[in-house]
């Protein structure tokens, strides 16, 4: 072996030793990468050792490349060992960091209501100021309740507006997840006679893909009227007071014709922009106008469903999303803020 492959032989053992040091002393993922490339890149003593191979003879190559694979082998491990320990530590910092301490317990600050419930109870604050009893209902329904008795017959074309999850129970497609709260109307229509003056707030799931506007799960409030002499004059001066009552006396509302299968007339009800004032802005596509939900007068064959005489009672029914009306009061430009529930954004409220 010449000279110059000695000291080869030796600046590669010394290599080692360095990096045997320096390798588990790098305080961070850049520091080692920099090291790193040092140690085993173009420029590193490994690859000009490797160059330095072909002009030796054949023994000596051999006992040279195996020296400069074994150093290689042994830096590699080395970074591998350290890099593992890096990631660790950074990770565990980082959870450290968004930690959130659930019992923490300072004045002020002990916890409460999620937005969408102060919503519902506001609204029932609202609603029970004007006469209406609070109905609830079950999340998990047949056919029967959430279509087929307001007048959504099996295979009817409008079953398509509500993309409905169904539940493995008893014959398929006969058990799912309530896609409104209408069907808690048939209930209560059910246990009671007319009169009938019920809000019936609740969670309802469709099977919808969730983005700014749509969640899968979200909630609604149903009203119900039902008396004898109920007219259209009535549903409009009810939802008039409500908006008044819970919007400001600044907003106003508006019906829009539409449909569905449970009412006739049908309307869509809409409030003036409570961010532009019906000017027109971002908010409200700029129309001036938010829509909140459906109604109408309840539909005969709804009351039939139900063993009411429809020549004797008239009434009317609405349904409003809680989420969106909450999202627009407070300014909530996406509707999955709502249900992340990352405490930081809920206890602004
Ligand atoms: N159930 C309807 C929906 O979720 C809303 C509605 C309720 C419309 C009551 C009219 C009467 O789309």
New binding site residues.
């Given amino acids: 072996m010449s000279v110059s492959d000695s000291t080869l032989n030796q600046r590669i053992e010394a290599l080692v030793a360095d990096a045997t040091r320096s390798v588990p002393a790098v305080g961070d993922l850049e520091a080692l990468h920099a090291l790193e490339v040092d140690l085993t890149g173009r420029r590193s003593l490994l690859v000009e050792a490797k160059r330095e191979l072909g002009r030796l003879d054949a023994d000596e190559r051999r006992q040279l490349g195996q020296k400069v694979n074994e150093a290689r082998d042994a830096i590699e491990e080395l970074l591998a060992a350290r890099r593992l320990e890096l990631v660790a530590e950074a990770r565990s910092s980082q959870l450290e960091a968004e930690r959130l301490d659930l019992t923490e317990r300072e004045p002020g600050r002990t916890g409460r209501l999620h937005l969408v419930t102060q919503a519902r109870d506001r609204l029932e604050d609202v609603f029970v100021g004007m006469g209406f009893t609070v109905a609830e209902g079950p999340e998990v329904e047949t056919d029967f309740y959430n279509f087929e008795a307001l007048n959504l017959p099996p295979s009817h074309p409008a079953r398509g507006m509500w993309d409905t999850f169904y539940v493995d129970v008893g014959e398929p497609g006969t058990v799912l997840l309530r896609t409104?709260t209408?069907p808690v109307q048939i209930r209560v229509m059910e246990a009671t006679e007319p009169p009938i003056c019920s809000i019936m707030p609740g969670r309802v799931y469709r099977r919808d893909t969730a983005d700014a506007t749509h969640t899968p799960v979200f909630h609604?409030i149903?009203g119900l009227v039902v008396d004898e002499g109920i007219s259209f004059a009535d549903l409009a001066g009810t939802l008039d007071a409500f908006t008044r009552a819970y919007f400001g006396r600044e907003v106003r509302s508006r019906l829009r014709p539409s449909y569905?299968p449970?009412?006739e007339p049908?309307a869509e009800y809409d409030i003036s922009c409570v961010f532009c004032a019906g000017v027109g802005c971002r908010s409200c596509g700029g129309t001036g106008w938010l829509e909140l939900?459906?109604?109408?007068m309840v539909h005969p064959n709804v009351f039939a469903a139900v063993g009411y005489d429809p020549e004797r009672w008239t009434g009317f029914?609405?349904?409003f999303g809680i989420d969106r009306m909450t999202a627009q009061r407070h300014g909530v430009d996406d509707l999955r803020e709502l249900f992340t529930n990352d405490v930081r954004f809920l206890e602004q409220f």
């Fill in positions: 409104h209408s609604q149903e569905f449970f009412t049908s939900g459906g109604c109408g029914a609405f349904g």
